[in-house]
């Protein structure tokens, strides 16, 4: 019996990321020696007072529903954060707090979006952007962005996209894929629009140059979403939060209540210890982390690909390779194959970084060396001089 897919399913893309991480491990399995470069995981540990926390909380048996909208002391630490780091006045009752920001994305864009509504976003930007607004029924338009810019789309050029659907623009700062911020002045205007705001967050505390500024320093009307999964080294907890406007704040809790109810009881507390952060641990992190840029960006424009702004956030660099190739994908599964080092294709984030291979430095600067040098060797036989 064939079972028929609804057109709303079929139309989600594979996640190219997760598709040369899969070809990877295979070749691992079978004895290569590989280079994980592909995707955005910290290679830390979770700091040890979250996962004291944690413990903690399920020995006092913390393994309950919570609020649908998180634990009251989750949020009210929340609270005391946007108000310390950005000088933002909050209140707990516009924070949604879930299992990570995805599904927080999901339920975003089923509030926001009617059939044919649209969202404006950056080409390129994260891969699943697209995926969870065409699945809530809206469509994606995409901002051709420039290198030069680090890929951050113009408020001239937002402006002139708006239409009578425009249901919001989605930005992300520091981003992924290029790494890149959006200029302070930048941010003030497309907070000023018409429209929501929407910004995603999640890589704050992971900026090493310039300003890190929040949307709702200047709108609060606008959509955050943050989470622990980046700065804190806490991806598999699967811990983020919302911070919607006070219209939208029922709305997206009834869809919470029915579709997720509610976070994980015992992963909250551990967020609230992250938050905290007594010990320093995000600061050492980040120091790692820029050290392994400033490496890695200087290494890969000695081979040969071009990086026309230096990333200054997240962990990731956009590396053009269209002179290598103009077919990304067939190149980082050729590169995979050749060198054992995984790379994400460009085209992964959109048609605007096809050609292009985005490299994460959430690895150590020993990896970093090794798969540079092989890099270099594969590159060097693939194009003798």
């Given at each position: 019996m064939t079972i028929a897919i609804s057109r709303r399913a079929a139309a989600v893309t594979p996640f190219l990321a997760m598709e040369i991480m899969e070809r990877a491990k295979l070749l691992e399995a079978q004895g290569k020696h590989i280079i994980y470069l592909c995707l955005g995981e910290p290679d830390f540990p979770t700091p040890e007072p979250v996962v004291e926390a944690c413990v903690d909380a399920l020995r006092a048996g913390a393994t309950s529903y919570t609020h649908s909208l998180g634990t009251l002391e989750l949020r009210q630490e929340l609270v005391a954060y946007y108000r310390r780091r950005y000088g933002v006045e909050l209140t707990p009752e516009r924070i949604l707090v879930s299992s990570g920001t995805s599904p927080l994305m999901l339920l975003m864009f089923a509030a926001l979006l009617e059939e044919g509504d649209e969202i404006l976003l950056p080409d390129p930007s994260y891969a699943c952007y697209p995926n969870f607004i065409r699945f809530a029924g809206g469509r994606p338009v995409y901002l051709l962005t420039r290198a030069e810019d680090g890929f951050q789309p113009r408020p001239e050029q937002v402006r002139q996209a708006l239409t009578a659907r425009t249901r919001g623009v989605m930005i992300n700062s520091p981003s992924n894929p290029a790494g890149s911020t959006m200029p302070t002045a930048w941010l003030k205007e497309l907070a000023a629009l018409p429209v929501p705001l929407i910004s995603d967050e999640i890589y704050h505390g992971l900026t090493y140059e310039g300003e890190e500024r929040s949307a709702l320093e200047f709108s609060s009307d606008a959509f955050v979403l943050g989470g622990f999964s980046k700065a804190y080294a806490m991806t598999g907890w699967r811990l983020g939060y919302l911070i919607t406007?006070?219209?939208?704040?029922?709305?997206?809790?009834?869809?919470?209540?029915?579709?997720?109810?509610?976070a994980n009881s015992f992963v909250q507390q551990a967020g609230i210890t992250a938050l905290r952060d007594e010990t320093g641990a995000v600061a050492r992190m980040r120091q790692a982390y820029d050290e392994r840029r400033r490496y890695l960006v200087e290494r890969l424009r000695q081979l040969g690909l071009k990086v026309a702004a230096t990333p200054v956030g997240a962990f990731y660099v956009l590396a053009d390779a269209r002179h290598l190739s103009n077919d990304s994908l067939a190149l980082a599964g050729e590169i995979l194959e050749a060198t054992g080092v995984a790379l994400t294709p460009g085209i992964d984030f959109g048609p605007g970084a096809e050609g292009y291979l985005r490299f994460s430095y959430a690895n150590s600067m020993e990896n970093l060396r090794e798969a540079t040098a092989r890099l270099e060797s594969y590159f060097n036989q693939r194009n003798p001089q």
């Amino acid at each position: 019996m064939t079972i028929a897919i609804s057109r709303r399913a079929a139309a989600v893309t594979p996640f190219l990321a997760m598709e040369i991480m899969e070809r990877a491990k295979l070749l691992e399995a079978q004895g290569k020696h590989i280079i994980y470069l592909c995707l955005g995981e910290p290679d830390f540990p979770t700091p040890e007072p979250v996962v004291e926390a944690c413990v903690d909380a399920l020995r006092a048996g913390a393994t309950s529903y919570t609020h649908s909208l998180g634990t009251l002391e989750l949020r009210q630490e929340l609270v005391a954060y946007y108000r310390r780091r950005y000088g933002v006045e909050l209140t707990p009752e516009r924070i949604l707090v879930s299992s990570g920001t995805s599904p927080l994305m999901l339920l975003m864009f089923a509030a926001l979006l009617e059939e044919g509504d649209e969202i404006l976003l950056p080409d390129p930007s994260y891969a699943c952007y697209p995926n969870f607004i065409r699945f809530a029924g809206g469509r994606p338009v995409y901002l051709l962005t420039r290198a030069e810019d680090g890929f951050q789309p113009r408020p001239e050029q937002v402006r002139q996209a708006l239409t009578a659907r425009t249901r919001g623009v989605m930005i992300n700062s520091p981003s992924n894929p290029a790494g890149s911020t959006m200029p302070t002045a930048w941010l003030k205007e497309l907070a000023a629009l018409p429209v929501p705001l929407i910004s995603d967050e999640i890589y704050h505390g992971l900026t090493y140059e310039g300003e890190e500024r929040s949307a709702l320093e200047f709108s609060s009307d606008a959509f955050v979403l943050g989470g622990f999964s980046k700065a804190y080294a806490m991806t598999g907890w699967r811990l983020g939060y919302l911070i919607t406007p006070p219209s939208c704040v029922r709305a997206l809790q009834s869809l919470h209540q029915n579709f997720f109810i509610s976070a994980n009881s015992f992963v909250q507390q551990a967020g609230i210890t992250a938050l905290r952060d007594e010990t320093g641990a995000v600061a050492r992190m980040r120091q790692a982390y820029d050290e392994r840029r400033r490496y890695l960006v200087e290494r890969l424009r000695q081979l040969g690909l071009k990086v026309a702004a230096t990333p200054v956030g997240a962990f990731y660099v956009l590396a053009d390779a269209r002179h290598l190739s103009n077919d990304s994908l067939a190149l980082a599964g050729e590169i995979l194959e050749a060198t054992g080092v995984a790379l994400t294709p460009g085209i992964d984030f959109g048609p605007g970084a096809e050609g292009y291979l985005r490299f994460s430095y959430a690895n150590s600067m020993e990896n970093l060396r090794e798969a540079t040098a092989r890099l270099e060797s594969y590159f060097n036989q693939r194009n003798p001089q």
